[in-house]
């Protein structure tokens, strides 16, 4: 009998994952149409929980409001810290403010910077990944935790195994990211699990003006267009 309702459970759950196709082709739809009218955008990621008027926060808005005035629109997660940093930089230029909104039960809310028309919810991670990729012509990348670092390292692969066109990728902040650039030279590098080339797919910056100085020479011969 207990085996009997386990298949009974296992076969309802697979009938409801099929049914979740279409509210995840509902996000792609939506996000697809969207994102495909709003120009050429640079992405902000960073921690959430990085507070107001602190040295990487303030430095999330003159960098993106930088990155604005260069005629770049921004793109953030859409939630606090330097997600809203970001948009408000944006703002503050005049410039686009795009928010990725994802449902989560802790640290994720609005905030008001982004554009009334330029705001996307989202229930499926993957899903706003996607947007951010295909849609970036850069990732700018803060302090910040471990789903920075995961938005950080699916952009670096897909770069490297050729499944998007190269983009700039920049690490704002040297002293935050030593530690890591360190151990990927040190350990991945030395150890052959990364070729010498792949560290080129990686960019350093302390300031705005570098951060925009990498973006527009990137692009100064180069179209700007979705990514895949």
Known sequence: MRKEKHHKGWNEIKTNDSWAIFKI?????????????????????????????????????????????????????GGPGIMEAGNRGAHAAGGTSVGLNIDLPFEQHDNPYIDSDKSLDFDYFFVRKVMFVKYSQGFVVMPGGFGTLDELFEAITLIQTHKIETFPIILVGSEFWKGLIDWIKGTMLAQGNISPKDLDLIKIADSEEEVVSILDAFYKEKALSPNF
């Open 25 to 77: 082709m509902g996000e792609f739809v939506n996000g697809f149409e969207k994102m495909s009218k709003i120009g050429p955008c640079v992405s902000i990621f960073g921690s959430a929980r990085t507070k107001e008027n602190t040295k990487y926060y303030d430095l999330a808005v003159s960098t993106a409001k930088s990155i604005a005035e260069a005629g770049y629109g921004v793109i953030t997660g």
